[in-house]
């Protein structure tokens, strides 16, 4: 009788998760068809993880990933440990705990399953649903050319942007002056065949480049295959590589800290096409991942490009290295000139064993340089690289116990200095989990694929010490705070002395319903920097930013989403004024169910002393474009974003984004600057899939 009871008990509960799933799943599929198809998700995901980056940080990439995965969602009973970490907002913890799940309980019958994963709260199931699926998707079959042609996806995007107001460079300037046009294209092309084979095109021209004598200032492509055999991955072309913490190899884009305070662990992709239009973080040349053994990994790696850099020559009359450019701008004849003046050549190797939580991986290569980099005057500069050619060496490891997930890496850079850092997460609780990293990074260490956690722009001359906690009590609270600690112990641009400083963010999330969110953050940051006073010999004052925000978005009906934030930075530096400054936005979007035509706006004032005091928001745009606006000054920014189905597979977006300064007569700087007090911008952009 019993086993009838348990079998009974056991149907009745599977009923039930299957009754609460559909629902869910339903829930999930109206709410993101009342809004962009594609947007909604992938709008709150970067703006949750990207704030920290700087300002012109292109993560074209990710925002490719996102979208692919909602036209086809990852399968996660079949899914791998590296095809989840491209879901930025998984931590390395809760992808090992899901691993582990699966190879000890089968296949998931439902979402919900996930629950009783640790580290698994229902926000982070509410995130993955559009991502993800539990049911078959198709796999490709042998690659041929017919096969190709029928079954492959194409994605071609047209996109032109241009600044209506004239800047101060195009006008005719003796000396120093862009000598291209104002406007901006970007032409890019993408091809899928399932997850096996991969091709990309991208061309662009930045405003003040050339268009006549070539109509695209740079270009980037890549063919790429997967799952052949032995050959996990092979990317001929343009392609990033992403190993450890990123202290020895890692190109691309990559996050630091964050709301999320488990982002501090990165998660390494290994080898990756190159799909983004950052001119500067990229390798070319041919790279694999081949498996050598059951559990071994070998990724072998060349790459050969020409860098924009600035030079000047020694007393001997040599030419030699003074600083590389990474804009990847070339408008005036200055740099013109610079432009693919340094060779870089690169090659090396990494072998990686993974077995069941255990991973350790070592990592060598060398980089030459058509010419020396010499010592710079400042003496901040002191320890930096000199020669033509550098060689690094790293290992690495994670391993994951229990509810602690183990991580490291250690990095040296020949006849230079020693870099490591050491990590742990932790899940304390099914609703608490936590985050510490130690980092230590000589003044003397080198390297030019250097992408760790660290409070400066390069991952040197530093020690830090962060400590993080997430708490979700409930589905309705979130709960977040970090503390960093760090030090330089040698000078640093700006900074004549050893300085030290911290940063603090607390975050509360309120979520009472699927329609309404509620945010409320602060964040505070001291550092050290040399005083303005007119003193003979600088000292340092301690300068101190904060910042407060209330932010709610409220999905009113199927048609309307309205968001909204007030933001306030507070600046003081020594014993000067504060500065104070604020922030005041109002979002509305239109998405009505199956429409042709959606659309958003946002009305915006803005009013900071000075730059000091400027504040970061994130901005809407047209899909694959990424913006992040600069309040800086007083007054008004407002835009417009249009997105029209032409056709089932045609879309055209168009945009316009203007600022209003007040009290200002002009508006820029040096060759930018525009007279009168509006900069104004249109974007228009052509998707076609066929």
């Known amino acids: 009788m019993m086993p009838i009871l348990v079998m009974h008990r056991k149907l009745h509960l599977a009923m039930r998760y299957n009754l609460l799933t559909t629902l869910l799943m339903m829930i999930s599929f109206i709410a993101n068809a009342q809004i962009n198809e594609e947007q909604v998700e992938v709008r709150d995901i970067l703006e949750s993880v990207a704030e920290n980056l700087p300002d012109d940080y292109d993560i074209t990439e990710l925002v490719d990933i996102l979208v692919r995965y909602r036209k086809h969602p990852i399968n996660l009973n079949k899914t791998t440990p590296d095809e989840l970490k491209t879901l930025v907002f998984l931590s390395p913890l809760q992808i090992s705990n899901f691993s582990s799940h699966i190879k000890e309980n089968g296949d998931l019958a439902d979402v919900l399953e996930m629950q009783s994963i640790d580290g698994f709260d229902a926000k982070t199931i509410q995130n993955l649903l559009p991502f993800v699926t539990l049911t078959g998707t198709t796999e490709y079959g042998k690659l041929t050319f017919r096969s190709a042609l029928d079954l492959g996806e194409h994605d071609l ?53 050339k268009f006549i004598d070539k109509p695209f200032d740079f270009f980037s492509g890549n063919i790429a295959l997967f799952k052949l055999g032995k050959f996990k991955k092979l990317v001929v072309g343009d392609y990033t590589l992403q190993f450890g913490q990123g202290l020895t190899l890692w190109s691309g884009f990559a996050f630091g800290k964050g709301p ?97 939580e255990f991973s350790v991986g070592t990592i060598g290569y060398q980089s030459k340089y058509g010419n020396s980099f010499i010592t710079q005057r400042a003496i901040y500069d002191r320890f930096s690289f000199t020669g033509k050619s550098l060689t690094n060496l790293g290992i690495y490891y994670n391993y994951t116990y229990k509810n602690v997930y ?16 050491n990590g742990a997460l932790m ?79 607390s975050q509360a999330v309120y979520t009472p319903n699927k329609i309404f969110k509620l945010v409320l953050r602060f964040k505070t940051e001291n550092k050290q920097q040399n005083t303005d006073l007119d003193v003979p010999i600088n000292f340092l004052d301690d300068v101190k930013r904060e910042g407060y925000r209330i932010e709610s978005t409220w999905q009113a009906n199927q ?72 309040y800086s000054g007083k007054g008004f920014r407002t835009y417009l974003n249009l997105k029209y189905n032409l056709a089932k597979k045609l879309n055209i977006w168009a945009r316009y984004a203007t600022y209003y300064y007040q009290q200002v007569a002009s508006v820029g700087t040096y060759l930018d600057e525009i007279d009168g007090n509006k900069k104004s911008e249109i974007k228009i952009q052509l998707r076609y899939q066929f």
Not at 321 to 326: H, L, P
Not at 406 to 421: D, F, I, M, V
Not at 477 to 482: G, R
């Open 157 to 209: 995007m047209l996109r032109f942007a241009q600044t209506l107001q004239k800047q101060k460079g195009f006008t005719d300037l003796p000396g120093n002056r862009y000598l291209g046009s104002a406007e901006r294209f970007q032409t890019r092309y993408r091809y899928h065949y399932g997850t096996v084979f991969s091709a990309a095109i991208t061309f662009e021209k930045d405003a003040g480049e």
């Open 427 to 505: 899940s304390l609780s099914p609703t608490v989990s936590a985050a510490i990293t130690y980092r230590n990074y000589s003044k003397d260490f080198h390297n030019f694929f250097n992408q760790a956690v660290a409070e400066s722009s390069e991952a040197v001359n530093e020690k830090g010490l962060y400590m993080g906690l997430n708490i979700i009590p409930n589905k309705r609270w979130a709960f977040s705070v970090y503390a960093d600690y760090f030090q330089f112990p040698w000078l640093k641009f700006r900074v004549d002395a050893p300085s030290k400083g911290y940063e603090v963010l």
């Open 406 to 421: 183990l991580y490291g890496e250690g990095s040296k850079s020949l006849n230079g200095g020693l870099a490591y850092l």
């Open 260 to 356: 999320d305070v488990t982002s501090v662990a990165k998660k390494d992709l290994g080898l990756r096409p190159y799909t983004s239009t950052n001119e500067y973080s990229f390798l070319r040349g041919i790279s694999a991942t081949i498996s050598l053994a059951k559990n071994i990994d070998f990724t072998p790696f060349i790459s050969f490009r020409n860098l924009d850099a600035s030079q000047t020559l020694d007393s001997a009359g040599n030419l030699v290295q003074s600083t590389i450019n990474q804009t990847g701008l070339h408008r005036t004849p200055t740099e013109i000139k610079n432009r693919n003046a340094l060779s870089q050549q690169l090659y090396g190797a990494v072998f990686q064993y993974t077995k069941n």
């Open 559 to 630: 048609k309307w989403r309205f968001q909204n934030r007030i933001e306030v930075s507070q600046y003081k530096k020594g014993e000067g004024d504060r500065e104070f400054g604020y922030l005041l936005y109002q979002d509305i979007g239109y998405s009505p169910l199956f429409a042709k035509i959606t659309g958003n706006l946002r009305i915006a004032y803005f009013n900071t002393p000075s730059y000091n005091s400027r504040i970061y928001a994130y901005e809407d745009d047209v899909l694959y474009s990424f913006a992040f606006g600069m």
